[in-house]
């Protein structure tokens, strides 16, 4: 590129404001018999730069407002007046200045959000579809619909699976473990959680057949024991994979459950360092890595990644949902992996994006707009944005 081309590039854009839009958005999902309230919290990033192009960054799954404030009173002041063009020289410094030794928690989701609207900017910028600026390896991706949730019951299970099945997926998630260890308070024994957990999974497996992958998530809710007693009881069963089995992703435990269990293991989608996946990879500890651009700082650290796992010989995969946002990463990598439909999170995003691509077959087609593909609807956003905040951060 010549110097005087990547220069109008660079000043074209010149950051010039960073906004942080905190929501706290309410959905209605359709369950068998009825319909459950629910609600998710995210963060929107809005760039605006020198050229009049707008950037959309986001994170979700933590508590909204704080991070909202670091974008706005932290990471903002460091990066407007430099160029949107410069991923990696910005990572660098918000990395510097939010987690200078190692820590993560809000930190990542704040670089994940500004570090996905600078890629967004940069492919709008130079019109090309953010998946193909990232290597354009394929035009669609591969999904499974995450519909198993810990409210419904066993036979309200087994009907969203066929629901779901019928919808022409042949993958899809379950929850397990029912936050075993963050209600041990109640008192809830583990040994009768897993029991029901065995007789939930035999309940979708019996209904859809054996034909369907059917994965479960534990969502770092077990102990190491518990986690394997429980694998052990679904080794009929058929399972694709079993993502956060054990609490705090321990990877010396992780690699002694891999080791042991008769499915695949998969995590790390709440992970917020590339370090964190070098001790998997180095323990062997994962089938599946799970690296999520929203909340694993943004395009630029989960292409380190994803390096790293191709070079171990390790799959990604997307866990944590937003599959809008994770889908340019596995379309654009030869080495990329499935993409997680989930249903609540999909709803939240329908409510604030136009132009979202919907699954045929399985398959997620990506689209050809350039950047991310598909646009903010700020009109809604700000209306949503002028409601009561109130907690829903938790992912289902």
Not at 127 to 145: F, I, M, N, Q
Request: proline share 6%; charged share 20%.
């Amino acid at each position: 590129m010549h110097h005087e081309t990547r220069g109008a590039l660079a000043h074209d854009l010149k950051i010039e404001r960073v906004q942080a839009i905190p929501l706290n958005i309410e959905v209605a999902m359709q369950v068998p018999g009825g319909t459950k309230q629910s609600a998710l919290s995210c963060v929107l990033v809005r760039i605006d730069t020198a050229c009049g192009l707008t950037g959309c960054g986001f994170t979700a799954i933590t508590e909204e407002e704080v991070v909202a404030a670091a974008i706005e009173h932290i990471a903002a002041d460091a990066i407007v007046g430099e160029s949107a063009l410069d991923t990696e020289k910005l990572w660098e410094r918000l990395y510097w200045l939010l987690s200078p030794r190692g820590q993560s928690g809000y930190a990542a989701h704040a670089i994940a959000a500004v570090d996905i609207a600078l890629w967004d900017l940069k492919a709008q910028r130079l019109d090309l579809p953010l998946w193909r600026l990232l290597g354009g390896a394929r035009p669609k991706v591969p999904v499974y619909a995450t519909f198993g949730f810990n409210f419904l019951d066993r036979a309200q299970l087994a009907e969203a699976a066929a629901q779901w099945v019928a919808r022409g997926f042949s993958r899809l998630k379950m929850t397990v473990g029912n936050h075993g260890l963050q209600r041990k308070d109640e008192p809830r024994p583990l040994s009768d959680l897993i029991r029901e957990d065995e007789a939930r999974v035999r309940a979708v497996r019996d209904r859809v057949g054996p034909g369907i992958e059917l994965c479960i998530d534990a969502n770092c809710s077990l102990d190491p024991y518990h986690a394997r007693t429980l694998a052990a009881r679904l080794a009929d069963c058929g399972i694709a994979f079993f993502e956060e089995p054990i609490t705090q992703n321990d990877a010396r435990a992780l690699a002694d459950l891999r080791r042991r269990a008769p499915m695949p293991l998969a995590g790390g989608q709440n992970e917020g360092l590339a370090s964190r996946f070098a001790d998997f990879f180095q323990a062997g500890a994962l089938d599946i890595a799970q690296p999520n651009v929203a909340i694993t700082g943004g395009y630029t650290q989960c292409l380190r990644i994803a390096g790293m796992a191709q070079a171990c010989n390790v799959a990604i995969a997307n866990g944590g949902a937003w599959p809008f946002h994770n889908m340019p990463l596995h379309a654009g990598l030869a080495h990329g992996g499935f993409i997680e439909y989930h249903s609540v999170a999909v709803q939240v995003c329908e409510q604030i994006f136009t132009g979202l691509p919907v699954p045929e077959a399985g398959w997620l087609p990506l689209p050809e707009t350039p950047g991310l593909g598909f646009a903010p609807d700020w009109a809604a956003i700000g209306e949503i944005a002028r409601r009561p905040l109130s907690r829903g951060h938790g992912k289902h």
